[in-house]
C-alpha cells in the first residue's frame, strides 16, 4: 500500500508540472527559450561568415577596406 501512495504523489507531482508548463506563462518561457536559441544561431552564422569572409579576401589579396571600389 505504501508502494501505491508513493506513486500516486510522484504521478500527483508530474501531473502538475505538466500543466504548469503548458500554462501561458509556460508557454512564454517556450517561447523565448526558443527565441533566444534562434538568436544565438544567427550570431554564430553571422561572426562564421564574416571569418569566412576575411580569409576569401586574404587569399584572393583583396583589400579589407574595399578601396578599389567607387
Do not use: C, H, P
Amino acid at each position: 500500500m505504501g508502494i501505491g501512495v508513493a506513486i500516486g504523489v510522484i504521478a500527483f507531482r508530474k501531473i502538475s508540472e505538466a500543466q504548469a508548463g503548458l500554462g501561458a506563462e509556460g508557454l512564454n518561457r517556450a517561447v523565448a527559450r526558443l527565441a533566444d536559441g534562434v538568436y544565438d544561431f544567427a550570431d554564430a552564422v553571422r561572426a562564421g561568415m564574416g571569418e569566412r569572409e576575411s580569409e576569401l579576401r586574404t587569399a584572393l589579396g583583396l583589400d579589407d577596406a574595399g578601396s578599389t571600389r567607387r
